[in-house]
């Protein structure tokens, strides 16, 4: 006889259906629960404002003819939030944009965002972009100032215009009772500066990923958001990828921001112009290196980086990213440009000059329709600064070497010296320490930091005098036809 243990009753066809049907019942009341249908309105001066992508952070929808929207919001999301449409800006705090609501579980309507007309045509505009202001104590303060104060005289250079910024991170240095003190400082520039997340802007010793960005959320909102100016639509993304041991992080997309952001990518128009800003840069050198399992490796480019390129790759891409305290413009291609840009603090906040000896400061780009271009803003001079010449003797490494440092340079620049208003000859590009940033980090006592240390870099020229006694200057020609001089000293 066949043996069978289970009650008779669980053998009945009828039984098990009925059973397998609760089962599927329960998963799909419990898929439901874990997700939130909510609903709303994008509009301006009480009209609706069409084909505006909204979000949770994971998936995208567009608002209907008038300004209506259903999102179905997941149990992890914490915000809903727009893609500001060209031609419209949201309100305002301050420096903070206000493109995003938390999500309130018990409430499903009425997440309208009002939006107003952008008083300027923004098909033309000027995005300023730092990176590593990281103010750690309140005496950063009086500098930090000075740098803002810079920031707008270039604002005000660009009146009649539509001016805003972008921020990559590292706003502090693990200090976020400092983030109202920096929020009120930057305020004072009245433009919306959207800001990026960085490695000193997380909460450590969590135990995940997930809980690191939260406090950073409270300030800020999404750590990974877009928004629309003129033809460009910009991405800010958090690369910065928590371990949850210490204060161990590394450069990485993960997949639930690489999945919204292809998402959000599918409405932009292929060809298009696409700025990312981020904080970790994606690559330190323009050729691809073997990966290698070091910190180096894994905290200072993304590692996953490639994902990037191709979701790019459709478009005329322009990545912007801070972390390194020196300023590397990098062509991967004539469609993909990366821009590491210098930090705001300098060595922070020890001297006026980064670890390259590019001046304090930060990017400009002029945007007008789909061009380009850009320029760095030394803070405390002229946008003509771009470059410092050295007569010989100015370096230990290389005495006999007239040396210039070019801090934005990149493959398109020429950089020529002159004796006696002469043209000699083209300058050759090394690698080497500047000058100015050797003198700071030499002197370890003056330094509250004493592992900081000058950094070698590839935007540096040397040429051998033919005259020492003659007037020296460097003159450095950049991609855009724009010619800059430097009197050497």
């Not at 390194?324 to 469609?335: A, F, G, I, K, P």
């Not at 050797?438 to 540096?460: G, Q, R, T, V, Y």
């Amino acid at each position: 006889m066949e043996r069978n243990d289970h009650p008779s009753v669980y053998r009945r066809p009828g039984i098990q259906k009925r059973i397998c049907w609760l089962i599927v019942c329960i998963a799909c009341y419990t898929y439901a629960c874990a997700q939130q249908l909510v609903s709303g309105r994008v509009s301006c001066q009480g009209k609706g404002v069409a084909g505006v992508t909204v979000t949770d952070g994971i998936q995208c929808v567009r608002t209907d003819s008038e300004g209506y929207y259903t999102l179905t919001v997941r149990e992890n999301s914490r915000f809903v939030y727009l893609s500001t449409p060209a031609g419209f800006l949201p309100d305002r705090q301050g420096s903070l944009p206000c493109f995003y609501q938390d999500i309130d579980r018990q409430k499903k309507t009425g997440y309208d965002f009002p939006l107003t007309a952008n008083p300027y045509n923004d098909t033309c505009h000027i995005c300023l972009v730092h990176a590593d202001p990281q103010l750690y104590k309140k005496e950063n303060w009086v500098a930090y100032e000075q740098i803002l104060a810079d920031c707008k005289e270039t604002i005000n250079s660009y009146a009649g215009q539509d001016v805003f910024g972008v921020d990559c991170g590292d706003l502090v240095s693990d200090r976020p009772d400092l983030y109202p003190d920096y929020i009120a400082s930057m305020d004072r520039l009245d433009i919306p500066f959207y800001r990026v997340i960085g490695n000193h802007d997380l909460t450590l010793y969590g135990r995940s990923h997930d809980t690191s960005y939260r406090r950073y959320e409270d300030f800020f909102g999404p750590a990974y958001y877009s928004f629309n100016r003129g033809k460009v639509h910009y991405v800010v993304l958090n690369d910065v990828f928590y371990m949850g041991r210490d204060y161990f992080y590394m450069g990485y997309l993960e997949e639930k921001m690489l999945a919204w952001l292809e998402a959000d990518l599918s409405f932009v128009e292929e060809g298009s112009l696409v700025f990312v800003a981020l904080h970790i840069p994606t690559r330190l050198e323009e050729e691809k290196l073997p990966f290698e399992y070091s910190s180096g490796q894994v905290a200072g480019r993304v590692t996953n980086a490639e994902a990037l390129y191709n979701m790019l790759a459709p478009y005329r891409a322009h990545i912007v990213s801070g972390h390194t305290h020196y300023n590397r413009n990098l062509v991967y291609s004539d469609r993909l440009y990366e821009h590491i840009t210098a930090a705001v603090c300098g060595t922070w906040w020890q001297g006026d000059v980064c670890l390259d000896g590019t001046p304090q400061g930060y990017g400009v780009y002029e945007v007008c329709g789909d061009e380009i271009s850009w320029y760095y803003k030394s803070a405390g001079y002229p946008r003509e600064y771009q470059l410092k010449a050295y007569l010989p003797g100015s370096s230990a490494t290389w005495p006999e070497e007239l040396i210039a440092n070019v801090w934005n340079w990149d493959k398109d620049w020429t950089v020529k010296w002159t004796e006696d208003g002469k043209v000699m000859g083209v300058m050759e590009r090394f690698d080497a320490c500047d000058p100015r940033a050797e003198a700071l980090c030499a002197d370890k006592e003056k330094l509250e930091f004493p592992w900081i240390s000058a950094f070698p870099n590839e935007h540096m020229f040397r040429a051998t005098l033919y005259h020492k006694d003659a007037v020296v200057t460097v003159r450095a020609t950049d991609r855009f036809g724009n010619v800059y001089e430097s009197l050497a000293e």
